[in-house]
């Protein structure tokens, strides 16, 4: 999917260049400042405009990190965008790229050396343990906010979210936000072969009975056509999707296992509702409606039963988008609505302010020795038209500004994707952006491929989608204990779920099974999940 630079040794190579680049505290003889403070000890000078452009009237050079996928490797750089800012603001960044596979080990290193570049682009860089745990080597930004940054003040006027998601448990503000364009509010939605509904003349459930009657149709009544009983109505590996039970009211959308219910917090796993989904998951593996391998073969091999080289044989899932997965029989899929549950609802994975926000997408150092002039720097990125330059390439190489104020995308080369292209000429999903709800309408996109096809998708269930537990920030006690609850307790109802579905005895081992999971410290864990919400929510 991504253009790949060669080998490891590329790697090494950037990877030693963070460590020269990186500034080790301050150089007093530049006026610089290693404190955690919200600003810098000095005025950062005689030459700085706070101002229009440039930024600064003498030339500066900071030392930005960004990590990517694989190998994928600088070519964003050569954005026009990027190029302009660079001659219009006089601040020439010196990327320093590194691949994901090769991070972990050097940001131990970097995190243990408080060497650090002046700026990090993207989330995938630091984390949010890795930030509070090393707040020394971080600047307060919300003054650098309310003085030099009216990009980004406006849109967290417009869209409070996004301060709420940046505040630290301690209040401040660390690292900055993003609101990408034109995202869904659905996450993963039903995918159901629609060649084997019509071969079988059906139609596409609409019920949790639909489905039953559906997939037990699609067991036995070759619909892949081909002879023999070789189709699987449903697979996954080393787990059901959580998304089948969708339809019992219960979409994790961070997965913590923390779900919003009538506006209260729950957790699902001791819930009556997951109960009910694990007895109407056995019912279906009982019956062979779920592959029988589904909790012991591996992404490989799930992959191979999706793409058999032969026929289709993969009958529903939930996935992004419906050619997602099956290689040659993805024209065969189509997405549904949700499943109405019993209750006689229907329940989407999402977010209702869409799946837009991002976190830890610019943090400045203690290192850095031009804070005010890397914030006013960030600040540039947060127009809608800077933001989708920085998502899907500039204009006039990627986009495409029309006359009437609307924007569209180019085709990419022949012989390369557009996802492809859009990674390799942008930042993408990382660093700063904000595209207002107001802007997007003016971004038309293909509906039928990428991002376009999407949201037109997103129409099915953007109705339906479920407040979802916030991505909420842990203090550094909570940090420690949360590692300690969690892989015991997680580990425990992942093995009784797999038990209930494939052998059953949910019913009879419930009661023994909850006050299992409160001796392993559940009401700990809850308690954890409960205080950084309140925190969370009471952030104005």
Not at 90 to 117: R, Y
Request: proline fraction near 6%; charge should be negative.
């Amino acid at each position: 999917m991504k253009q790949m630079l060669s080998g490891l040794a590329l790697i090494s190579v950037l990877g030693t260049a963070v460590l020269a680049g990186c500034s080790n505290g301050a150089d007093p003889d530049n006026g610089g400042s290693n404190e955690a403070g919200g600003k810098s000890t000095s005025e950062p000078g005689s030459g700085f405009n706070k101002e229009g452009l440039p930024i600064t009237d003498k030339p500066v050079t900071l030392n930005a990190l960004t990590i990517r996928w694989g190998n994928m490797g600088d070519t964003f750089t050569k954005n026009t965008w990027l190029q302009e800012l660079e001659k219009n603001s006089n601040v020439k960044i010196n990327w320093q790229v590194i691949s994901n596979s090769d991070w972990e080990t050097q940001k131990s290193v970097m995190l243990a050396s408080g060497k650090m570049p002046d700026i990090i682009i993207g989330n995938m860089a630091f984390g949010d343990s890795d930030i509070v745990n090393n707040l020394n080597l971080f600047r307060p930004l919300d003054d650098y906010i309310e003085q030099y940054m009216p990009n980004l003040k406006a849109a967290m006027a417009e869209m409070p979210d996004m301060k709420k998601l940046s505040t630290f448990p301690d209040g401040k503000i660390y690292s900055l936000p993003a609101r990408l364009p034109s995202r869904p509010y659905s996450s993963v939605q039903p995918v159901i072969n629609k060649a084997w509904l019509d071969k079988l003349g059906l139609k596409a459930p609409e019920t949790l009975d639909d489905l039953y009657n559906v997939l037990k149709a699609f067991k036995e009544q070759d619909p892949n056509d081909n002879g023999k009983a070789d189709e699987i109505p449903y697979s996954d590996s080393k787990d059901v999707d959580m998304n089948l039970f969708a339809p019992f009211g219960i979409t994790d959308m961070r997965g913590n296992h923390m779900i919003v219910r009538d506006g209260k917090l729950e957790y699902f796993p001791t819930s009556e509702a997951y109960k009910a989904g694990i007895e109407w998951a056995n019912k279906l593996f009982s019956e062979g409606l779920i592959d029988k391998e589904t909790f012991t073969q591996d992404n490989t091999m799930l992959t191979a039963k999706r793409q058999n080289p032969d026929a289709a044989l993969v009958g529903f899932s939930y996935q992004w988008t419906p050619d997602a997965v099956f290689g040659q029989w993805s024209d065969q899929y189509e997405t549904i609505v949700p499943i109405t549950g019993p209750d006689g609802n229907k329940y989407q994975i999402g977010d209702p302010n869409g799946l837009s926000f991002r976190r830890n997408e610019v943090l400045i150092t203690t290192s850095n020795k031009y804070p005010e002039i890397s914030a006013r720097w960030a600040d540039q990125f947060y127009t809608g038209e800077a933001s989708i330059q920085n998502f899907w390439g500039a204009i006039g190489t990627s986009i495409e500004k029309n006359a009437d104020g609307t924007y569209t995308l180019m085709d990419p080369p022949d012989g390369t994707s557009a996802d492809a292209w859009y990674w390799d000429s942008s930042l993408r999903d990382f660093g700063p952006k904000y595209v207002s709800p107001e802007f997007e309408k003016n971004i038309k996109l293909d509906p039928s491929s990428g991002d376009g096809l999407k949201l037109q998708l997103d129409g099915l269930s953007k109705d339906y989608v479920t407040e979802p537990y916030p991505e909420v920030m842990y203090t550094v006690e909570e940090y420690e204990e949360l590692p300690t609850l969690t892989t015991d307790i997680e580990s425990y109802i992942k093995s009784t779920r797999a038990k209930w579905i494939t052998k059953g005895g949910v019913d009879q081992e419930w009661d023994a099974y909850v006050e299992k999971l409160n001796d392993m410290g559940l009401q700990k864990l809850i308690k954890i999940y409960t205080d950084a919400y309140e925190r969370y929510d009471n952030i104005q």
